[in-house]
């Protein structure tokens, strides 16, 4: 690196976190409550605040493109050009979006060519930023829903839409609506709901302790066979929950975890694969989860602690899951109890107390969620205990800082995510303006025959092709403005539909082809990318099946299903049963090696164990048991060490 590459990259650096720290500061100042004690701050209007915020968080995502650039010594005259254009286009842009609002405030408007190429010029912007920092999918996604919001009327057949006056359909729906478009209610959501939460996770990445969770993690497994598999699991579900990022969390934990799981006789696909599940699960985990939980309440209209209680049972089925593959992985190897974890040290006293920085805080949310408040303000709740309790941290107690940076980081994060929910905000304003989601209902009812199964698997794949390299929010977005009409068309719970397609977006992380998620644990194990993600989708394949279980009875989701214990215990154990027949077939082992029959016979033990129709579930399960009487036959019973 040139001594020019480097003083760019720390100006660069300057900025990325000064600007983040406006981005966290503003933002919780927006949403901060009084609880009855503190002044009144927020919420700011929406005419002026939404622009800044937008605006700043273009300049994040063109300061942290230039860190990355000038890094690898690549940040030409050409680059710094493109930075200052776009610098002063979402000057001009957010501008413009305050004044018209002032005008809007006060009087009626009629948007015409001027305004329309502000709008393009705020879409094009957005769209070049998501390409850079997301990838193509979505900005492809993005730029063809701008397209079809300004030609559909030239469509042929069931694709044309109602003719519109052009200026006034994409100055509206693209830039100038603050219910629709870039900086519409869905930007309001993120703002209001995902940003303190976000922030939240930033901190407790920060306070130091990520390091105590391992460490205690692996002391409390390192006696079983499959002991730092499990420890990556459990030191991953808390990790997870916090960050709610699965690459974040492959990234934070993964580069301990990984290595002793190899060193314990584990391949390099097998453990990143471990790795990459469990990260991903975090977004699924109570009570924190990922952003798409949040922004799930807000659409559909529930409290955060209905979603909450609702993904309780799935969640923990899933971790049950990946604990018996690593279970019977480890008994399929033969691996046994050995000394190899001696790189990870016994954790200290102070190990223990740190778990505060992490309960704690999960303690005031529940509380507080249960208390009846808002997810926004049980978030920053948890915030302000955090941050006087991260100091029983030595580290913190000798580099304060740390807190600043892990502010500035969390608005890093939400600035960048930011620009993927632009475009969010186009591809679900033209479905809106166009009408596609009812179009869509009615052609895919016809189509299947009025099937839920073959629309939910429809809505399935969809989710997993949209969500690959698609952040999970984003993805679940875009999927349920399709095909949530659709599924409440068949009768399903508006929640539940949500939940499944929530489900599912997570899953993408973990799904060949483009498996994000596994593809960041690969590169720590050592493995190869498709095979890592083949390896997660094998292991975490109940984040895929449990969906399609609650879809068709929905007694699996507390607080909106059914309340009968006599009709939810036998779901729930109906469900434990088909965790270790799922499991046991799909890493082919159980007390021996399993022949291709008996893995496909415990694979429709599984499915016939989750459809919801009892002779179906009691037949499965005398079929499985027989399977299980026929394995125990060829491999008696003998002495095992603890698994």
Not at 186 to 194: A, Q, S
Not at 337 to 343: F, Q, T
Not at 360 to 366: A, L, M, N, Q, Y
Not at 474 to 479: K, L, M, Q
Request: glycine share 10%; proline share 6%.
């Amino acid at each position: 690196m040139t001594p020019h590459s480097s003083g760019a990259k720390r100006t660069a650096g300057y900025s990325v976190y000064a600007i983040g720290l406006i981005i966290a500061l503003s933002g919780l100042a927006n949403v901060m409550p009084t609880y009855n004690v503190l002044p009144r701050i927020g919420p700011f209007p929406v005419e002026w605040f939404r622009p800044l915020f937008y605006w700043l968080s273009i300049l994040v995502f063109l300061a942290a493109d230039a860190e990355r650039r000038a890094g690898r010594g690549r940040l030409s005259p050409l680059h710094l050009g493109a930075y200052a254009v776009a610098a002063v286009v979402v000057s001009y842009v957010c501008y413009d979006y305050y004044r018209i609002g002032q005008i809007i405030a006060n009087s009626v408007i009629f948007f015409g060519p001027r305004e329309m190429y502000v709008a393009l010029a705020a879409a094009a912007l957005s769209l070049w930023a998501c390409w850079i920092l997301w990838g193509a999918p979505i900005a492809v996604l993005g730029g063809l829903a701008l397209l079809y919001l300004a030609t559909g009327q030239y469509w042929p057949g069931p694709l044309r839409t109602a003719p519109s006056d052009i200026y006034d359909t994409i100055s509206a729906n693209i830039w100038y609506d603050s219910d629709q478009g870039i900086l519409g209610s869905i930007m309001g959501v993120v703002l209001t709901t995902v940003l303190p939460f976000i922030i939240l996770g930033a901190i407790l990445e920060g306070c130091g302790a990520g390091g105590s969770m391992i460490r205690i993690s692996f002391h409390l497994m390192k006696k079983f066979k499959g002991g730092p598999a499990y420890a990556a699991i459990l030191a991953s579900a808390l990790f997870g929950t916090v960050s709610g990022s699965a690459v974040a969390n492959v990234v934070g934990t993964g580069v301990v975890t990984i290595p002793m799981i190899r060193k314990r006789g584990f391949n390099a696909n097998f453990a990143g694969a471990v790795e990459a599940t469990a990260s991903t699960g975090g977004q699924i985990l109570p009570p924190i989860m990922g952003a798409a939980a949040l922004v799930m309440a807000d659409i559909v209209g529930v409290s955060y602690l209905t979603v909450v209680l609702a993904v309780i049972i799935p969640a923990v089925a899933y971790y049950l899951s990946l604990f018996l593959a690593v279970y019977f992985e480890a008994q399929k190897l033969d691996i046994q109890v050995g000394d190899d974890d001696v790189s990870v040290p016994p954790p200290a006293l102070q190990d223990w107390v740190n778990l505060v920085l992490v309960f704690g805080p999960i303690f005031v949310i529940v509380w507080l969620l249960v208390s009846g408040l808002s997810a926004a303000g049980a978030s920053i709740a948890a915030i302000l205990l955090l941050v006087p309790l991260s100091f029983i941290n030595p580290q913190v107690r000798r580099k304060p800082q740390m807190l600043i940076a892990a502010l500035a980081e969390g608005g890093k994060t939400i600035g960048q995510l930011a620009v993927a929910i632009a475009i969010v905000g186009i591809v679900v304003s033209t479905l809106s303006a166009t009408g596609v989601p009812t179009s869509f209902a009615v052609l895919l009812s016809t189509a299947s025959g009025n099937s839920l199964l073959i629309a939910l698997l429809i809505a399935a794949a969809g989710c997993i092709i949209l969500g690959m390299g698609m952040p999970t929010l984003p993805a679940y977005i875009a999927i349920i403005s399709v095909m949530g009409p659709t599924l409440q068309g068949f009768g399903m719970d508006l929640l539940a539909a949500h939940m499944f397609v929530f489900f599912f977006g997570v899953a993408a992380g973990i799904t060949p082809p483009v498996a994000l998620t596994a593809f960041a644990a690969a590169s720590v194990s050592g493995g190869r990318p498709i095979a890592t993600a083949v390896a997660s989708t094998r292991i975490g394949a109940m984040m895929f099946l449990i969906p399609f279980a609650w879809a068709f009875d929905d007694a699996l989701l507390l607080g909106i299903g059914e309340t009968d214990l006599a009709v939810v215990i036998p779901a729930i154990f109906f469900l434990l049963v088909a965790l270790y027949f799922c499991t046991s077939a799909l890493i082919g082992f159980d007390r021996g090696k399993l022949s291709l029959w008996e893995r496909l016979a415990r694979l429709g033990v599984t499915i016939a164990l989750l459809t919801p129709m009892i002779f179906a579930e009691l037949g499965g399960l005398a079929i499985g048991l027989a399977l299980v009487a026929y394995r125990h036959t060829l491999a008696p019973k003998t002495k095992e060490t603890a698994a």
